[in-house]
């Protein structure tokens, strides 16, 4: 899934080591540094991640409050998150000076920042920048005591259901002790499917990464210590995780679960024997939409519901998901004090607003979802704001992507996942990879 080859001795100009699958990447990408124009309005360039033109919008109005300072142009980065991740380190791997802003996934920011890509804000900076922030997405900010990305948008998972599906099966699933395998159960009664994604790509890990931390555990034990952190799956927690993913793909999955990302699984949940889903909140307007467009019955919107994402064992709180971007400033721009300016002026709480009403992501900010338009528009926002609040994030490593695409590569396909082994062979290829002893 990622590139693991780790030739030794590159090193960035600001920190220590570049991280680990950055390495190749770096060696490989032959870039020639690129620096803004000279004279005249000064321009930042933000690499963006792919939305429906809301970055867009608020580089206009940011560009716009300027007032000739500075403008704001957007560069939109590939679709999915790998690709994403792997053409900003070939730049910046090159001193890249056109590198102004960045979107940058939330599990990227530890790699970026130990390669020392990121320009870190002083605390001055960093006050507004953080205020306000639940502690999900607040958490995702800092590497080695400073702030190193702002907080920009964040998202959780929520347990999305069919409210007649529900009531046939004689299930709550707003209910606090409500568990996967009640919900398996339910499922089975009813003769509908529990959608989530089962792809061998980020959005398994997500579901796994859940799993085990719902059931009390973690994926490594220490992951900020690098290519020597202690990979936990094969425990308690780690078997527990691998029961429900077992019993799920063998009991309520869609066939296509192996090969099913976000979409895949919001069409199944809206198909004839749709009943249960796990997915971000991007699938509520998503279905209005349809709705609007006329690829959906108003039946089955109307019929949809939801609720915290389901417990692992019965007397444990689940654990949500944690993703989003971050806003990160390239470590070799020219305009860093301008690129400060315009990173507060976009993730600011009317900024924030504006761009989960126009794209449907989720505010990192606590006022967000007191906002009158948006609890209009998610009439689930305290519970989105609670999850976010209470989320446990992926494994906070240098190192993540290597951990991410072994646990995966173990994991895959769900159909095959056993308890007695599977956490274990996860375990044994974390080492593996992370000390050179095996490629991806």
């Given at each position: 899934?990622?590139?693991?080859?780790?030739?030794?001795?590159?090193?960035?100009?600001?920190?220590?080591?570049?991280?680990?699958?950055?390495?190749?990447?770096?060696?490989?990408?032959?870039?020639?540094?690129?620096?803004?124009?000279?004279?005249?309005?000064?321009?930042?360039?933000?690499?963006?991640?792919?939305?429906?033109?809301?970055?867009?919008?608020?580089?206009?109005?940011?560009?716009?409050?300027?007032?000739?300072?500075?403008?704001?142009?957007?560069?939109?980065?590939?679709?999915?998150?790998?690709?994403?991740?792997?053409?900003?380190?070939?730049?910046?791997?090159?001193?890249?000076?056109?590198?102004?802003?960045?979107?940058?996934?939330?599990?990227?920011?530890?790699?970026?920042?130990?390669?020392?890509?990121?320009?870190?804000?002083?605390?001055?900076?960093?006050?507004?920048?953080?205020?306000?922030?639940?502690?999900?997405?607040?958490?995702?900010?800092?590497?080695?005591?400073?702030?190193?990305?702002?907080?920009?948008?964040?998202?959780?998972?929520?347990?999305?259901?069919?409210?007649?599906?529900?009531?046939?099966?004689?299930?709550?699933?707003?209910?606090?002790?409500?568990?996967?395998?009640?919900?398996?159960?339910?499922?089975?009664?009813?003769?509908?499917?529990?959608?989530?994604?089962?792809?061998?790509?980020?959005?398994?890990?997500?579901?796994?990464?859940?799993?085990?931390?719902?059931?009390?555990?973690?994926?490594?034990?220490?992951?900020?210590?690098?290519?020597?952190?202690?990979?936990?799956?094969?425990?308690?927690?780690?078997?527990?995780?691998?029961?429900?993913?077992?019993?799920?793909?063998?009991?309520?999955?869609?066939?296509?679960?192996?090969?099913?990302?976000?979409?895949?699984?919001?069409?199944?949940?809206?198909?004839?024997?749709?009943?249960?889903?796990?997915?971000?909140?991007?699938?509520?307007?998503?279905?209005?939409?349809?709705?609007?467009?006329?690829?959906?019955?108003?039946?089955?919107?109307?019929?949809?519901?939801?609720?915290?994402?389901?417990?692992?064992?019965?007397?444990?709180?689940?654990?949500?998901?944690?993703?989003?971007?971050?806003?990160?400033?390239?470590?070799?721009?020219?305009?860093?004090?301008?690129?400060?300016?315009?990173?507060?002026?976009?993730?600011?709480?009317?900024?924030?607003?504006?761009?989960?009403?126009?794209?449907?992501?989720?505010?990192?900010?606590?006022?967000?979802?007191d906002d009158p338009e948006v609890r209009d528009a998610f009439p689930?926002?305290?519970?989105?704001?609670?999850?976010?609040?209470?989320?446990?994030?992926?494994?906070?490593?240098?190192?993540?992507?290597?951990?991410?695409?072994?646990?995966?590569?173990?994991?895959?396909?769900?159909?095959?996942?056993?308890?007695?082994?599977?956490?274990?062979?996860?375990?044994?290829?974390?080492?593996?990879?992370?000390?050179?002893?095996?490629?991806?």
């Amino acid at each position: 899934m990622r590139d693991a080859a780790r030739p030794g001795g590159l090193r960035s100009p600001n920190r220590r080591r570049v991280g680990p699958a950055l390495l190749a990447l770096a060696l490989g990408a032959g870039l020639v540094a690129c620096g803004g124009a000279e004279g005249g309005t000064p321009t930042l360039t933000w690499y963006t991640n792919p939305d429906n033109g809301g970055q867009r919008k608020l580089a206009a109005k940011c560009t716009e409050r300027a007032e000739g300072r500075y403008r704001i142009e957007v560069s939109e980065l590939p679709a999915d998150a790998d690709s994403q991740r792997e053409q900003l380190v070939r730049r910046l791997a090159a001193n890249d000076s056109s590198i102004d802003l960045m979107s940058l996934d939330v599990v990227f920011v530890p790699e970026f920042a130990e390669a020392g890509f990121l320009r870190p804000f002083t605390e001055g900076e960093a006050r507004p920048l953080t205020e306000d922030v639940l502690d999900g997405p607040l958490a995702t900010t800092e590497w080695e005591g400073e702030v190193v990305a702002a907080p920009f948008w964040a998202n959780t998972q929520l347990l999305w259901y069919r409210r007649s599906v529900a009531e046939a099966a004689g299930i709550d699933p707003a209910a606090e002790d409500v568990t996967w395998d009640d919900v398996i159960d339910a499922a089975v009664a009813t003769g509908t499917t529990v959608e989530v994604t089962g792809a061998r790509y980020e959005g398994y890990m997500v579901w796994i990464n859940t799993l085990v931390a719902s059931a009390g555990g973690e994926i490594v034990e220490d992951p900020d210590a690098g290519r020597d952190a202690r990979p936990a799956l094969d425990s308690p927690a780690g078997r527990r995780a691998a029961e429900v993913i077992r019993r799920l793909a063998h009991e309520a999955a869609n066939p296509s679960l192996s090969t099913a990302i976000e979409e895949n699984a919001r069409a199944g949940f809206q198909s004839d024997n749709g009943g249960f889903m796990v997915n971000w909140p991007y699938v509520y307007q998503a279905a209005q939409s349809a709705v609007e467009e006329g690829s959906l019955d108003p039946e089955v919107f109307d019929d949809i519901a939801w609720a915290r994402v389901p417990r692992v064992d019965p007397d444990r709180e689940s654990a949500p998901p944690l993703g989003g971007i971050d806003l990160g400033i390239g470590a070799f721009t020219d305009h860093p004090d301008l690129a400060v300016e315009a990173v507060t002026c976009i993730t600011e709480l009317e900024s924030q607003i504006e761009y989960m009403l126009a794209e449907g992501n989720s505010g990192a900010r606590a006022a967000v979802y007191d906002d009158p338009e948006v609890r209009d528009a998610f009439p689930m926002a305290d519970l989105i704001r609670e999850s976010i609040d209470s989320a446990a994030p992926r494994p906070r490593s240098s190192y993540y992507p290597d951990i991410s695409a072994a646990t995966v590569r173990e994991f895959h396909p769900p159909r095959s996942v056993d308890p007695e082994t599977t956490p274990a062979d996860a375990d044994r290829l974390i080492v593996d990879v992370l000390q050179d002893r095996e490629l991806l």
